[in-house]
């Protein structure tokens, strides 16, 4: 039987690697390595203010899926999927985070316990305050503080991008911090009193909101007064435009 051969050209680079006198990079899902999906306010953020620290990962895998047969007679794929990616793209993350006010490390994982009710992945966010955020089965991130908790962003990196907004808003010239007794029904409210402002999505959640026009930055959050009814909601201003604040005399 005849066989067929092919010529194939080496580069010289291809060449080494086939020798073994190079080694060949793998790419890194880690979100300082791959910030595909974040803004560029927020990578360059991350690559100012963060780092990779090593941490435990817990029970992964076939270990993870025995642990979960045993506590809830099932094995939940989903959940499974969802912390693998977390810890592919976070585990080891940290920065000084001024949602959280706190340095912030995260350390996802999963520990099926039998006294509770259903599984989530634990300490996605860890702080050295009473607070700190755990992630549903399907990625949305739980902040809590104390025994109280409320799912807040939909993903982690809104976490992120939240953060580098504030980053970006410490810069402005001038800075006021108003409290209001009531719950505001959303960002509309706030661009009735400053029309110029528009939502940033990607750095909002549930119970706080950015807004910015480029010159002047509003941040809302209720979420403390949510989840403790302990601190009333606070509208955070910065601003390069000073008119902006007698809005808020």
């Avoid at 940033?200 to 706080?208: K, L, N």
Wanted: with cysteine; charged share 25%.
């Amino acid at each position: 039987m005849r066989g067929l051969w092919a010529i194939v050209e080496l580069s010289e680079h291809d060449a080494w690697v086939a020798r073994g006198f190079l080694e060949v990079a793998v790419p890194s899902d880690f979100v300082m390595d791959s910030p595909q999906g974040l803004s560029h306010r927020a990578t360059a953020f991350l690559a100012q203010h963060a780092a990779r620290v090593e941490v435990d990962s817990g029970l992964t895998g076939d270990a993870l899926r025995t642990a979960l047969e045993s506590v809830r007679g099932a094995v939940d794929e989903v959940l499974i999927q969802t912390l693998e990616g977390l810890q592919a793209r976070y585990a080891g993350l940290t920065y000084p985070s001024r949602f959280f006010d706190s340095v912030v490390t995260f350390v996802p994982v999963c520990e099926p316990d039998p006294y509770e009710d259903e599984d989530e992945i634990s300490y996605v966010v860890e702080t050295d305050r009473d607070c700190g955020a755990s992630a549903t089965r399907t990625g949305e991130l739980v902040v809590s503080e104390s025994t109280d908790s409320t799912i807040e962003f939909g993903s982690v990196d809104a976490l992120i991008e939240s953060d580098a907004m504030f980053e970006a808003a410490v810069h402005r010239s001038a800075h006021r911090a108003v409290y209001v007794d009531k719950l505001l029904a959303g960002p509309a409210d706030i661009m009735e009193w400053v029309g110029s402002v528009r939502p940033v999505g990607p750095a909002s959640g549930r119970w706080t909101w950015w807004l910015t026009d480029g010159t002047t930055d509003i941040f809302y959050c209720a979420i403390w007064y949510e989840l403790t009814k302990m601190s009333l909601p606070c509208i955070k201003i910065w601003t390069d435009n000073p008119d902006v604040l007698q809005v808020f005399d």
